[in-house]
DNA sequence: GATAAAGTTGACTATTTGGTCAAGTGGTAT
DNA sequence: ATACCACTTGACCAAATAGTCAACTTTATC
């Protein structure tokens, strides 16, 4: 079977695509160190010779499988509400309230591997500094619009960009840590409200 | 030597202190899954049998050293602004601003073990859980002096420090992430300003 | 100084870790 | 049909892992 870019098949992009969803799994659930290479084949149902046919070692794999999963899920997630023509805050917020999608006990899949991984491997750091950047620019564009069209008064987007970011991923944690979704639901009403504050100008 | 309850042994405390130290230092690195019982023994030159002597295991002993040293920084930290007689916020703000004692390299020593072991382990979760609601609990105290004394109008406390600790893990968080320590500059400038709202009832 | 307990030493073990590799399979193009 | 290729298989390996243990030294107590 050839490789071609862009190619119609549909099988046998399976192997490596099974790797990537157990990594990512494994390592959600684990941690990247904690995530042993012998669970992820199992998981994936692939063996060990056959992963390093793709993959170098564990982790260009697990790289790998943290840029595409999370790539994926700010398109699903971000790509909707900024190809909105209006309404950009309200979809925005309603996505924040929507905790039936998030998994509080696993926590936020970027943030766990920041914590774990940045300080310890260069290139952990520079793949996560770049996915937290975008995650960032991601919220920021929100705002943009919402600024365009009239639903947030002038105002630097940038730091409240910032500033909900932080703060979503502080909520994430703290319902974590204290194993309350209400801490959660808590922080985001609050954070609205403090966003809220920028409709008038 | 017997051990005492608050004997006045000044020395051979030292080889479990030596070991909680270097169990600290190298959990805070390396995360306690990254941290290798072999690393942290040469770090504190102490042998293996030796401190098997002192703990059950390395987990027995890496719960010791998180609650310990937490514990006293807390206290440092805390115990310190709740003693004043005025000037709460103040005190409390001019530490936020402070960022020459922070490692945004490392990030927050609570946040890396909860991400890292809350969902996998039950005994560091429960322990996480009850570090991550002193935090709190810390935060929340500084906030009722303040209402106590006037420095701010009568509000919910409670959710107030939740959202205070929420915008402080996730700052931390987002320097390390970008590894830009103005992230936390700047988040801590929002949040303050947001606590301020709350002194003209 | 005898006794016992507290603390120390380092070799040893069993298991798990990520990684290697030579031999195979099966489809495709010539 | 044959030669080539992507892909698979699973046995094997060296290193690292946490944990064990019997013998030893030091210290306190009488």
Same mark, same amino acid.
């Given at each position: 079977?050839?490789?071609?870019?862009? &190619?119609?098949?549909? %099988?046998?992009?399976?192997? /490596?695509?099974?790797?990537?969803?157990?990594? #990512?799994?494994?390592?959600?659930?684990?941690?990247?160190?904690?995530?042993?290479?012998?669970?992820?084949?199992?998981? $994936?149902?692939?063996?060990?010779?056959? %992963?390093?046919?793709?993959? $170098?070692?564990?982790?260009?794999? =697990?790289? =790998?499988?943290?840029?595409?999963?999370?790539?994926?899920?700010?398109?699903?997630?971000?790509?909707?509400? +900024?190809?909105?023509?209006?309404?950009?805050?309200?979809?925005?917020? @309603?996505?924040?309230?929507?905790?039936?999608?998030? &998994?509080?006990? /696993?926590?936020?899949?970027?943030?766990?591997?920041?914590?774990?991984?940045?300080?310890?491997?260069?290139?952990?750091?520079? $793949?996560?500094? *770049?996915? #937290? @950047?975008?995650?960032? *620019?991601?919220?920021? %564009?929100?705002? &943009?619009?919402?600024?365009? +069209?009239?639903?947030? =008064?002038?105002?630097?987007?940038?730091?409240?960009?910032?500033?909900?970011?932080?703060?979503?991923?502080?909520?994430?944690? *703290?319902?974590?840590?204290?194993?309350?979704?209400? &801490?959660? +639901?808590? @922080?985001?009403?609050?954070?609205?409200?403090?966003?809220? *504050?920028?409709?008038?100008?």
């Amino acid at each position: 079977m050839r490789k071609v870019l862009g &190619d119609s098949n549909k %099988m046998k992009e399976t192997t /490596r695509q099974k790797l990537i969803d157990a990594t #990512y799994e494994e390592v959600y659930s684990n941690g990247y160190q904690g995530a042993a290479l012998a669970d992820i084949l199992a998981k $994936a149902g692939v063996h060990k010779g056959s %992963m390093y046919h793709f993959f $170098a070692n564990k982790k260009e794999m =697990a790289l =790998a499988a943290i840029q595409e999963k999370i790539s994926n899920r700010f398109f699903e997630r971000y790509g909707k509400i +900024v190809a909105l023509k209006r309404g950009y805050l309200d979809e925005f917020f @309603s996505g924040l309230r929507d905790i039936s999608q998030r &998994d509080f006990k /696993r926590g936020c899949p970027i943030a766990n591997i920041v914590q774990e991984m940045s300080n310890i491997d260069e290139d952990f750091n520079t $793949a996560m500094k *770049s996915i #937290y @950047s975008q995650f960032r *620019s991601n919220i920021k %564009m929100i705002f &943009d619009k919402a600024v365009e +069209v009239g639903e947030l =008064a002038q105002c630097d987007t940038d730091k409240l960009a910032l500033f909900t970011t932080v703060a979503l991923e502080g909520a994430i944690l *703290s319902a974590k840590a204290s194993g309350e979704p209400q &801490d959660f +639901v808590d @922080s985001v009403e609050i954070l609205i409200h403090y966003i809220e *504050s920028y409709k008038h100008g």
